[in-house]
């Protein structure tokens, strides 16, 4: 087979036979998430690129070396979404949802676009389940949200993650931390990477989480913001701490996490998993109090986090978890002859409307073959038609697990099938609840 071209490196295709997995943690993020009082935004998947400039930073990694952005045939520059906070907070300001009752608490599942260098955990097209509650100052907020995350991760039963957290702090006690930084690069100069000796003036923060080697090898003996906290921001800290011991949520807190974007302030924290290699932060977030004002809205301190869809999956692959399988075949009709593939249309049109999963040939394969399918499918019940089964009008319902064959008149097939399948589904159900042995 020559294909004409392949999927565009860095991106992955979702096939039927997994695509169950990702419905499962989508549906149950979202879920989690609404108990929280957190409800889904959709926002487009490109932006103007002035959104990320200003929003996310125009010294941090993304913006400067891996937003695919482009001109559009109107001479915009126009940017495929990087992250999904900076949409968020641009549609809360564009529709003026700060006028309504603060916090708005919204939710989203996103694909991402970074140019970054693919590897485990590391894609160029990515998805994001994201929260961001708008209008929320008060430090019961950041521990509220880490305690969403955390209860994602019990839900999908999801262990061996570690919690760090850090606090960066207010723009009043970063003035002295990014003095002290850059007294302490200034000294390094000549070994930080191109990108980073202009970070050093602009925002020397950055330079703390540049992937080059030798820049991260120089930022490991950086001074620390957390000795360079204000009163408030220390207070703030503390709180978020406290609230955290009282939710039972295990953390350690990890001075050197300041995050790859430009938005935040006080609380960052981090999902990291030890058991998927490199690429091991999950879940990553924090306040970000100045955002909103940063985008041209007034002053509403906020918070959020993003979860990588395909690292949690990683995780959940590495540590054996079990997925709820979905709802297999429950009937496949084979067929011979043209009066018996009317009838089974028929058939399967009706009991698909009543919401049961059914098949039937739609290949004009031979029996044999068509049985075989039926096998391969995992069909829960079969049934065969032809000439003879509508002349007699009698239909052999055949139960694939027990074997069992049941005779059924044509006319109150519909009715006796559904009561079948029902009463099977209460048995399973029954069994799954440990109501009552099979
Ligand atoms: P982030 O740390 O850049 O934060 O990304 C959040 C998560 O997205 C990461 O923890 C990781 O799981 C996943 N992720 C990031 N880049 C990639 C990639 N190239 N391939 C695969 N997965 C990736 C943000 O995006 C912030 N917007 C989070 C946030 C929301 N902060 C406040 N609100």
Known sequence: MALITKAIKGTQDVLPALSHENQYVEETMLRVASRYGFHEIRTPVFEHTELFQ???GDTTDVVQ?????????GGRSITLRPEGTAGAVRAFLEHGLFNEALPQKVSYLTSCYRYEKPQAGRLREFHQFGVECLGAPAPSADAELIGLAHTIFETLGVGDLALEINSIGCPECRKQYHAALKAYFAAHETELCETCRERLQKNPMRILDCKSPVCSAVAADAPVV???LCEDCKTHFDAVQAHLDAMM???????RIVRGLDYYTRTVFEFVSSGIGAQGTVCGGGRYDGLVEELGGPHVPSLGFALGIERLLLVMHSQGIEFPQPDPCMLYIATMGERAALAAASVAQDLR???FPVEVDVCGRSLKAQMKYAGKIGAQYTLVLGDDEIDRGVYALKD???GEVTQIAADEFLETFIEKAILAMESDLKEMFGLEEK
């Open 54 to 56: 200003r929003g996310v």
């Open 65 to 73: 070396k891996e937003m695919y952005t482009f001109e559009d045939k």
């Open 226 to 228: 957390l000795d360079y």
């Open 249 to 255: 949520i295990p953390y350690v807190v990890n001075p």
């Open 353 to 355: 409307a009543s919401d």
């Open 400 to 402: 694939m697990t027990s």
